[in-house]
């Protein structure tokens, strides 16, 4: 299969559904693809009660001439204008048949959203021990975990949406801890006063999870328990206790998915990539909108996806109070960040043991020898697993100072016989031999 | 002030840390020398099948020495090294090819490798996912499989114990008359430096005949047992000799991972690093083609690397005629990983003025050098 597009947004999230719907205004061919099964990205999920803003955007979606490529991922680019997407869930042993589609665009929009990072500790595989949007998500995806015991830790504003939803769904919330300390978080209280909208929302919250304890300055130091979670050990002020729990909710804030801007080659700066006024990137017809330009929530995304969909279309003009919108949402960008800035006494929760990337089983004690991400790569294998680093990368970049390696395709994995199909024309009859004239020297 | 070595070796891929283990094990002062990562260059990209070839009488004498060289070592090899003997089949598609089975097994045998002739049924037997019938195939048991960059810091680990020096993250600039100039200013003094920098061999010495020669291997997720060997296809016999064309082969590989990784591409003039599907397109289908059940399994990551390839694809070892401070352990193709052992005896052999094992003089660059001269 094969299509071309005017315009291609990568990911159904706030800043995809907002870049699809300004740029089909144009009219152009617009297509919008998303490895989810619906549109709606992290955080407009199903199951979840969506507000307005979101009821408002999908309903606009639905309006407007899109062509939605739902449950597909992109897993390379062959060259530039030109994707490579395979269906999901059918990279298993049991699939047959490829399915596989060529993407052409004139433009292309990366909204690909950002993830929970992970920090090791000593226990943080244990079953039981999940992200906080993690475990949300299973949530929200059928887990029963009514009056279950839950402590949620980690960092960001995550945290107290989780836990104000959880309890909802009738769990017990031990406690919230958050590794910022009161001192940093004050001054981020009062920009939110700036956003009236973030403030309602606050105080929603509060009112939530009242009679939680809610820790600042606050992590978990070890997960214990025999096959699975039983109990935590909290750190405060230089006091430790234990907790017994049945989950552990724990994410330290979010990091950009950068594998496609990285295999597309657009340039990046403290870990997020560089874009102009226009949303443009530095490779020339390919913008990126929403979290890997910078954490700064579902409203920026919006805001961005916009001036991104319209400025892939030629239609500037009409973007005018975005673009303040914007510089507001870039002040909350820098707030967070400035606010969840991780503590140096992260580094070292994990003890040789524990295991730092998941996929391989290398241990911390083990990476502490080297000086590179590749470097370890090489010699360890951390990193070289299935998710490709997903989970250790941002790990290893915070507890080693390591610049991640270079991207390698597939970005997700994609099976044996998608890749037999990129090659387009059935140039090579696998067949006859006359096409495998070398074969003198086949190693 | 500058140091003295007996050798300066420029490189730290597979090939040139053998040469320094070797070296500093026969009492030379050795200095081994690498920019990047030890075994980042070739080694990180190549296969790490530890095979025998016999498509010449060179390849052949180097590659089953070399063989048994690993073998000899695998006791002391760590568990990250990876090195399991899973042996080769060369696997025969028609009868035609079968010929060419019993062939090869008498070329083995007049290098003392061992090997089994499987008819169709006990290759079916042996490779269950096999597309059948197939006439049947050559088994290598000798032949094993290793993880390259960790077998290379061992080497150079070993190297380092018995009193060799890394100058680690710095690179030749210059080489010649005995003196060797690193980037960082460095000068040191060599009786004897040896190029081991792989397909960047033309760097330190433009007028080498290396060419580059681009690779695309791909790695599936782990699927425990779905190959057993490594498995060559030996159809070649049929195809004329031609080193200008693209190419693919059925070659895939078992990894003690459980993970299984495919090759193999062959491709001159093809810049850059970057993926072509076309070739990674033809050389599943290739795979598939002897293997009808695979497309079914998961690719986790696709990679491409540079052979140093020769004109006549044997390497390049011993004495630069021009100068004679000057050695060369380069030029490898698709083989240095397995003939970087007996690369390294066979160096260490020739500077120490010892008879080396098996004769050096395929080997040597000067057939080069002679060949230009009366051109
Ligand atoms: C686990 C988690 C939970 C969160 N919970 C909350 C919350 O409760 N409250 C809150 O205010 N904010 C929450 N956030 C933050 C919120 O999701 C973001 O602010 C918002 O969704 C940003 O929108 P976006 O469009 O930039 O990205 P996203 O909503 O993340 O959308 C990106 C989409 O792109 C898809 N994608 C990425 N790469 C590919 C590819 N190669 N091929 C195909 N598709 C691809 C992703 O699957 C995803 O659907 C959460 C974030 C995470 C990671
Ligand atoms: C796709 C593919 C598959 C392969 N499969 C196999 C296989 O299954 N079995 C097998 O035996 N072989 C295989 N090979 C071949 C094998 O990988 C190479 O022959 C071998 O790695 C060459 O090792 P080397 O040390 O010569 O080169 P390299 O590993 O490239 O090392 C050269 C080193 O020199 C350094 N260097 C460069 N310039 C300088 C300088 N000026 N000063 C100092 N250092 C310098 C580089 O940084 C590099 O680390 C394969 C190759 C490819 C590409």
Known sequence: ?443 | MSDEWDVVIAGAGIVGSACAKECAARGLRTAIVEPGEIGGGATAAGMGHIVVMSDSPGQLALTSYSQRLWQELSDSLPHSVEYERCGTIWVASDDDEMEEVHRKRALYASVGIATEVLDSCALAEAEPHLRKPLAGGLLVPSDAVLYPPCAAQYLVEEALRSGARLYARRKLKSAGAGIVRLDDGTELRASHIVNAAGADATGLLPQLPIRERKGHLVITDRYPGFVHHQLVELGYSKSAHSITTDSVAFNIQPRKTGQILIGSSRQYNAGGTAVDYQMVSAMIERARYFMPGIGALSSIRIWTGFRAATPDNLPLIGPWPEDKTLFLAAGHEGLGITTSLGTAQLLADHLVGNPTRIPIEPYLPERFVRNATHA
């Open chain 1, 1 to 443: 299969m094969n299509e071309h597009f005017h315009v291609l947004v990568i990911g159904a999230g706030p800043a995809g559904i907002s870049a699809a719907v300004r740029a089909a205004e144009s009219g152009g061919h617009v297509g919008l693809l998303d490895d989810n099964p619906a549109a709606g990205g992290q955080i407009w999920r199903k199951g979840a009660s969506l507000p307005k803003t979101a009821r408002m955007w999908l309903a606009r979606l639905n309006a407007a001439s899109v062509e939605r490529l739902h449950g597909w991922h992109v897993f390379g680019s062959p060259t530039s204008g030109v994707l490579f997407a395979e269906r999901t869930g059918l990279a298993s042993p049991a699939a047959e048949q490829a399915d596989f589609i060529e993407l052409n665009y004139d433009k292309l929009i990366l909204a690909t959203g950002a993830r929970e990072r992970f920090l090791p500790f000593p226990g943080w595989t244990l079953p039981n021990v999940m992200g906080a949007g993690g475990l949300d998500a299973m949530v929200r995806g059928g887990l029963r975990i009514k009056g279950k015991r839950i402590v949620v830790a980690g960092t960001g504003p995550l945290l107290l949406a989780v836990a104000a939803h959880l309890a909802h769904r009738g769990t017990q919330i031990l406690a919230i801890c958050e590794q910022a300390p009161l001192s940093r978080l004050r001054p981020f209280a009062m920009r939110l006063l700036t956003q009236p909208g973030k403030v309602a929302q606050g105080i929603g919250l509060r009112i939530a999870t009242r009679g939680t304890h809610f820790y600042t300055g606050c992590w978990p130091v070890a997960a214990t328990g025999r096959g699975r979670l039983e109990s935590v050990t909290l750190q405060r002020r230089g006091k430790q206790w234990e907790l017994p729990c049945d989950y552990l909710a724990c994410g330290y804030h979010l990091v950009p998915n950068l594998e496609l801007p990285r295999l597309l080659g657009c340039g990046i700066h403290e870990g997020f990539v560089t874009t102009d006024k226009w949303q443009q990137t530095s490779i020339p017809g390919v913008l990126c909108a929403g979290e890997p330009t910078g954490i700064g929530g579902v409203e920026l995304a919006i805001v961005e996806g916009q001036i991104a969909g319209l400025a892939a279309t030629g239609r500037v003009e009409k973007a005018d109070d975005l673009i303040q919108k914007r510089t507001r949402g870039q002040r909350f960008v820098r707030a967070l960040r400035e606010a969840f800035e991780l503590d140096p006494r992260l580094r070292a929760l994990p003890s040789a043991e524990t295991l730092v990337c998941r996929c391989e089983d290398v241990p911390f004690g083990v990476l502490r020898d080297y000086t590179s991400a590749r470097d370890a790569k090489l010699h360890t294998r951390c990193g070289m697993g299935a998710c490709q680093g997903r989970i250790c990368g941002a790990a290893t970049e915070f507890v080693f100072g390591w610049a991640m390696d270079s991207m390698r395709p597939p970005i997700l994995p994609a099976s044996l016989s998608t890749l037999a199909a990129t090659g387009v024309g059935g140039a090579h009859d696998p067949s006859n031999t006359t096409s495998n004239q070398n074969r003198r020297d086949t190693l």
